[in-house]
C-alpha cells in the first residue's frame, strides 16, 4: 500500500493544507496527488499560536491546549482530503504531519530544538491512521538544523542530471534548493517572505495578505531601508542555515524603521519588503548557483506576481516559473513534502539530507503514533 496523507502549516500562520499522494511503486518516485484541501485556522486557534511564538506567561499550559487544537485542525484537513477523494482511512499507509512551528533553535547552547505544536495521539486517535510526526528533531539531534527538510523531496521530484535547477519556495519563510548538474544538493532559509508581508499588510490595510503583490507593486522601494534591512547578518551568514519567526517578525521590522529615524508612506514599506525578499533570494541564486537556467516556485508566494516578476527582473539569465510547470501545482508542494517525509519513515530510509541540513549523517525523520 502506499499511499500517504501529508498535514502542513507553515510559518505564515494561514492555515492547513492536505494532500492525498498516491506512489506507484515503494521504490521509485512516480506518484499522483489525489486530492488537496487546504483550511484556513479559525482566529481562536491562529491568535494563541501567534502568542506563542513569543515568550510568555503560563507556556506549557497554553502550548499544550494549542496542541490539541492544532491536532483537530490537522484532523478536520485530513477528514476533507477523505471526503475528497473518496478514500478510507484503512487506505492510508500514514500521515506525515508537520505541526506549528513556535520555536526554532536548532544551535541553542546547550542542545538545539525546534519545536513543532501537534498532539498526535490525539491526530491517531481521531483518525485511525498512524501519524508520523515531529519530523524535525531527529536531524537537530544528530547536529543538523532540522530545516529546511523540503530539499530531500525536491531533489528526489525535481532534479534532472546534467541540469542545474532552482526551486523555491515562497511560504512565510522563504527557502531555496540548489540542484547542481553534477548531482550535489543544497538548500537553506534564504530569509523573510510572507512573513513580513503579511504582518504589514494586516497591521496598514486590515487585509491577511497582499493578493497578487498588487500593493507592493504600486509603491516605491526604500533604498535606505533595503539597505538597512539587507545588512541583518543572517544574509551573510554561509549555510548550513535556518530560520523562522524567532527572527523575521514584525517586531524585526519595526526595529528597523526606529533606526531609519523617519517613516516611510506604508505602501513604500510593502514595496521594500517584497524587494528585501526578492533580493535576497536573487543574491544567493548568483552566488550559488550561477549556472541555474531555470527557477521553479513554489508555496503561497508563487500567486504574488510582483515577486516573481522581480525575481525575473533580479535574474534576468533565468526563467522563472511555478512548479505547475513541473507537474505539481505550487499550493501543494509542502504537503506534498510532508506526505514523502511519511514515507520514507515508513521504509525506513533517511529523510533527511545531510549536505543541507549540516546533521552529521543521513537519519529516519519522524516518531510514530500508530492507529
Ligand atoms: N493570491 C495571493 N497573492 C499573494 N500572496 C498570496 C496569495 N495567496 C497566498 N499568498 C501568500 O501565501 C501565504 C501562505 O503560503 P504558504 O502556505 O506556502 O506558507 P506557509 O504556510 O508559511 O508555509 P512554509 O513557511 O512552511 O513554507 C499567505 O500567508 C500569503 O502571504
Ligand atoms: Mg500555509
Redesign the pocket.
Same mark, same amino acid.
Not at 519556495?169 to 519563510?173: A, D
Not at 491577511?208 to 503583490?213: F, L, T
Given at each position: 500500500m502506499s499511499l500517504f496523507v501529508g498535514l502542513?502549516?507553515?510559518?505564515?500562520l =494561514?492555515g492547513v =493544507?492536505g494532500v492525498a499522494v498516491r506512489w506507484t511503486r515503494d521504490d521509485a518516485p512516480a506518484m499522483q496527488v489525489l486530492g488537496h484541501v487546504h483550511r484556513p485556522f479559525d482566529p481562536r486557534l491562529r491568535g494563541p499560536l501567534l502568542a506563542l511564538n513569543e515568550a510568555g506567561p503560563d507556556e506549557l499550559e497554553r502550548a499544550a491546549a494549542a496542541a490539541i487544537g492544532v491536532a483537530h485542525a490537522y484532523a478536520d484537513t485530513l477528514e476533507a482530503v477523505l471526503s475528497q477523494t473518496g478514500l478510507q482511512p484503512d487506505a492510508v499507509r500514514a500521515v506525515g504531519a508537520h505541526g506549528q512551528t513556535v520555536r526554532h533553535r536548532p544551535q541553542a547552547s546547550g542542545g538545539g530544538f525546534s519545536i513543532q505544536l501537534l498532539n498526535g495521539a490525539v491526530l491517531a486517535e481521531r483518525s485511525g491512521i498512524d501519524v508520523v510526526c515531529d519530523l524535525r528533531s531527529r536531524d537537530v539531534a544528530a547536529g543538523g538544523q532540522g530545516a529546511p527538510l523540503v530539499p530531500a523531496f525536491h531533489a528526489d521530484r525535481f532534479a534532472v542530471a546534467g541540469e542545474a535547477r532552482a526551486v523555491l519556495?515562497? *511560504? *512565510?519563510?522563504a527557502n531555496v534548493t540548489l540542484l547542481h548538474a553534477d548531482g550535489r544538493i543544497g538548500g537553506f532559509d534564504t530569509g523573510p517572505a &510572507?512573513v513580513l $508581508?503579511?504582518a504589514w499588510a494586516a497591521e496598514h490595510r486590515g487585509i491577511?495578505? =497582499?493578493? %497578487? /503583490?498588487r500593493w507592493a507593486a504600486s509603491g516605491q522601494v526604500d533604498a535606505a531601508l533595503l539597505q538597512r534591512m539587507l545588512s541583518d547578518p543572517y544574509f551573510q551568514r554561509p549555510p548550513p542555515k535556518s530560520t523562522g519567526r524567532d527572527l523575521f517578525q514584525a517586531n524585526w521590522l519595526k526595529a528597523h524603521l526606529a533606526a531609519l529615524g523617519r517613516a516611510p508612506a506604508s505602501i513604500d514599506v510593502q514595496a521594500t519588503l517584497a524587494e528585501l525578499t526578492a533580493r535576497s533570494v536573487a543574491d544567493v541564486l548568483q552566488r550559488h548557483l550561477p549556472d541555474a537556467r531555470g527557477l521553479w516556485v513554489c *508555496?503561497? /508566494?508563487a $500567486? &504574488?506576481d510582483h515577486l516573481l516578476a522581480r525575481l525575473a527582473a533580479l535574474l534576468p539569465h533565468l526563467r522563472v516559473q511555478t512548479t505547475e510547470a513541473l507537474g505539481l501545482p505550487p499550493?501543494q508542494v %509542502?504537503a506534498v513534502a510532508f506526505a514523502w517525509l511519511a514515507r520514507e519513515f515508513v521504509e525506513r530510509r533517511a529523510g533527511n539530507r545531510a549536505d543541507v541540513t549540516g546533521a552529521k549523517g543521513p537519519r529516519v525523520l519522524g516518531c510514530l503514533y500508530p492507529a
Open positions: 502542513m502549516s507553515g510559518t505564515s =494561514d =493544507d519556495n515562497l *511560504g *512565510g519563510i &510572507n $508581508l503579511d491577511p495578505y =497582499d493578493a %497578487e /503583490g *508555496g503561497g /508566494g $500567486l &504574488n499550493l %509542502e
